[in-house]
């Protein structure tokens, strides 16, 4: 399997991605008179990449388990389930930070940097598809 097909290699384009993305909303917030919606933009893609970054430790824990790279036990697959749990407070953090200082951060501004993630992946899913055509 090639590096950019492999877990690690997408993982690792996708944090490239994201990075710049963040570089790019946080000179937008200070540069800006929309500091609001960038540091919106900012704290959602940065809750919803910290989000992925989690879920991709723990499917690199599950595969090992799966591959008995490692002893076998219940551990890992309980902390996938705390994982899930500390993900959906991240994100209901992030958006009651919004609603509490909302003359700091803009709702549907963590919302959208929320759900940006999800484009990157969408983007480097089409990419990949092109590419193999």
Not at 16 to 26: D, E, G, K
Not at 101 to 122: E, K, N, Q, R, T
Request: charged share 15%.
């Amino acid at each position: 399997m090639s590096n950019m097909t492999s877990l690690e290699g997408k993982m690792r384009q996708q944090t490239i991605i994201t990075s710049i993305l963040l570089v790019l909303f946080l000179i937008g917030y200070l540069v800006t008179p929309f500091s609001k919606q960038f540091l919106g933009l900012l704290l959602g893609l940065s809750v919803s990449f910290l989000n992925l970054w989690t879920t991709y430790r723990k499917a690199q824990v599950v595969g090992m388990v799966a591959d008995r790279r490692r002893k076998q036990s219940f551990l890992p697959f309980i902390l996938a389930g705390f994982g899930f749990g500390i993900r959906i407070i991240l994100t209901i953090s992030a958006v009651y930070l919004a609603l509490i200082y909302p003359d700091m951060l803009d709702v549907i501004s963590v919302i959208a940097g929320l759900a940006l993630i999800y484009v990157i992946i969408i983007l480097d899913m089409l990419v990949q598809f092109v590419r193999k055509r």
